[in-house]
């Protein structure tokens, strides 16, 4: 299906958004439970640069994306929807911060003129402060589902004890071998591939003397395996397994805010959920965009984002259509395929992701076989015959 979005432009965006260049950030392999590190001078200006590509692509008049009467200059803040995964060092809530500096950049537009005549500017400069939702892990598993989740521990299980993992494992033992003078007090087991590309491309990029004397293609050969190991952990073979737990707990929102844009009283054209990279792997694998484009699959560079554009055709059709910006590899947005087509109805949208979804904490209780963490203590499960998975055989 061709995308058919309007001469008029678009009616609103969701934005999901990988943060900025980060400090160290360890994750247990066994669960993948971690602690957020902090964001970077790097990753500040990746997230700026990014909200001004943004700005360009959403808020431009003269470009074919620009959303229909959205405020260009002086942010309008009921236009806007942000969310960011906060706790731990706040990389990702702050790479929110830096994004909107550049969506919407200081300027002398947003003074105002008090009763008795005076003209007050922002401080510096104009800075225009838009709110933005902080979601604690405490709060709600929607942005970090995967972490204390029972099932989803019993997924790495199997994926470790895989026939796939096992002959990736042996392929990838030479260079781990070779890579471990490299790796100081790291691990170079295989089920650690993420917290051994992680340590391998700060200590690189912050370094000089690793910088210099890491061996050519090292960083690209620890990125390529660590692409591999978190595609098989963060997918599965079904939409609605607990590998995909990632993206199944975001798609309410993103249904939400969705079909929130087509009501007329709706306020909110553009909604940012800023996340960590797992939410994405999983989000190309369930809607099928890796079958077309299998290089996007793997770990999103910094600052990347996908793009669920809303618009209308001429019959008055709502569309759905999804784009991908991988970081500061990508000048522009490349258009990916959902379901074999580059453009779906909003309704057949929902309907190919709704039955996939988990969309409450005490649904995500059951999936997870979570009875205690995450607020699943208040829950009454005592009655429940399928929370362990009897008489269904579920195991996630």
Known sequence: MVNTTTAAGLIGVVLLVR???????????????????????????????????????????????????????????DQLAVRADAGGGNVILNSAYALLQGLYPSTKMSKITLANGTTV????????????????????????????????????????A?????????????????????????????????????????QYTYNKTYYETLPPTFLQQARYYANWLQSNVFTDSEPSSIGQVAIRTLLPEVFWALGN????????????????????????????ATLTNPE???????????????????????EVSMKFKNGTEDSQFRQLDMFGNTSITMDSFIENLFSDTINSTINWCFSCNQTVLRGCSVFNFSNDPFLYGYGTGYTG
């Open 296 to 318: 996007i699959s793997g770990i999103a560079n910094y600052a990347s984002v996908v793009a669920l554009e809303l618009s209308q055709d001429s019959q008055g059709q709502y």
């Open 19 to 77: 943060h900025g260049d980060s400090t160290i950030y360890y994750q247990d392999p066994n669960t993948y439970n971690s602690t957020q590190a902090y964001i970077t001078p790097l990753g500040e200006q990746q997230e700026y640069d990014l909200g001004s590509f943004l700005r360009n692509t959403y808020l431009n008049p003269d470009s074919p994306s620009f959303i229909q009467n959205i405020s260009t200059d002086v942010v309008n803040v």
């Open 121 to 160: 500017l922002p401080p510096l400069g104009g800075y225009q402060y838009v709110p933005v939702e902080s979601l604690e892990f405490w709060q709600s598993p929607s942005l970090t589902s995967w972490m204390d989740c029972e099932y989803f521990q019993d997924h790495l299980i199997r994926v470790y």
């Open 162 to 202: 895989s026939s796939a993992f096992r002959n990736m494992s042996t392929t990838a033992a030479p260079f781990l071998t070779a890579l471990k003078p490299y790796l100081g007090s790291v691990s170079n087991n295989f089920t650690n591939m993420w917290n051994i590309y992680d340590h391998v491309n700060v």
């Open 261 to 288: 844009m087509t009501k007329p009283s709706n306020k909110v054209k553009m909604n940012i959920q800023e996340i960590d990279y797992k939410p994405l792997i999983s989000l190309f694998n369930v809607t099928n």
